[in-house]
Each structure stands twice: as structure tokens, then as C-alpha cells.
């Protein structure tokens, strides 16, 4: 689990991985699903965007700024494409090995 933040609202929002999809070797679409994602209401385009803040290995988090695929206020859910870049980077990484 790791919290989404909308940083217009500034609402911290825990969302948890339902599943993934391997869309090309390198890269990797992560649902998720989260209690209220009513920031998203009404939301067009440019404003789709959350920031996450994603585990590391040693306990701590990275944030990074991703395009929020799809949000559903109804059904709680959304979706986030991830680039693998290989051994570098932390979210990529993370998305290859995420699961529900």
C-alpha cells in the first residue's frame, strides 16, 4: 500500500494495487483502487495527475508525478503507466514487481 496525493486538494489518499499489465518490455499499467477519489471529480484532462509516493528498500519513500489513467470516483479506481528503465530508477523497478 502506499498513499496518492492530488496536489491541487493537497487530500492524502491510501491506494493498494488490484493488479498489473504488461503493456511492452518496458513498461508496466498498475491498477488501483482506493476508498475516495472524489478529488477526481469532475477532473478533464490536464489535471489527472497524483503524486506517489512509492517504497524503497530500506524503509523510506521516493515521490514521484504520474498521469492518473481513467479515475473512477464511482468505483474508486485508476491506473498508472510505468517506464522500466532497467537497474536505474526506483518506481519502474517497483512496478515490475508490484502486485495485489
Same mark, same amino acid.
Given at each position: 500500500? %502506499?498513499?496518492?496525493?492530488? &496536489?491541487? =486538494?493537497? &487530500?492524502? =489518499?491510501? #491506494? #493498494?494495487?488490484?493488479?498489473?499489465? !504488461? /503493456? *511492452?518490455?518496458?513498461?508496466?499499467?498498475?491498477?488501483?483502487? $482506493?476508498?475516495? /477519489?472524489?478529488? %477526481?471529480?469532475?477532473? #478533464?484532462?490536464?489535471?489527472?495527475? +497524483? !503524486?506517489?509516493?512509492? &517504497?524503497?528498500?530500506?524503509? *523510506? =519513500?521516493?515521490?514521484?508525478?504520474?498521469?492518473?489513467? @481513467? &479515475?473512477?470516483?464511482?468505483?474508486?479506481?485508476? $491506473?498508472? @503507466? %510505468? +517506464?522500466?528503465?532497467?537497474?536505474?530508477?526506483?518506481?519502474? !523497478?517497483?512496478? $515490475?514487481?508490484?502486485?495485489?
Amino acid at each position: 500500500m %502506499f498513499r496518492a496525493v492530488k &496536489p491541487e =486538494t493537497k &487530500p492524502e =489518499t491510501r #491506494v #493498494v494495487v488490484t493488479s498489473t499489465r !504488461r /503493456l *511492452s518490455a518496458g513498461m508496466t499499467r498498475v491498477h488501483l483502487r $482506493a476508498e475516495d /477519489l472524489s478529488a %477526481f471529480e469532475g477532473s #478533464v484532462c490536464t489535471d489527472r495527475f +497524483v !503524486r506517489l509516493e512509492i &517504497p524503497v528498500g530500506d524503509g *523510506s =519513500t521516493v515521490c514521484r508525478t504520474y498521469t492518473a489513467l @481513467d &479515475p473512477s470516483v464511482a468505483e474508486g479506481t485508476l $491506473a498508472i @503507466d %510505468f +517506464v522500466h528503465h532497467g537497474d536505474e530508477g526506483v518506481a519502474g !523497478r517497483w512496478a $515490475a514487481t508490484a502486485g495485489p
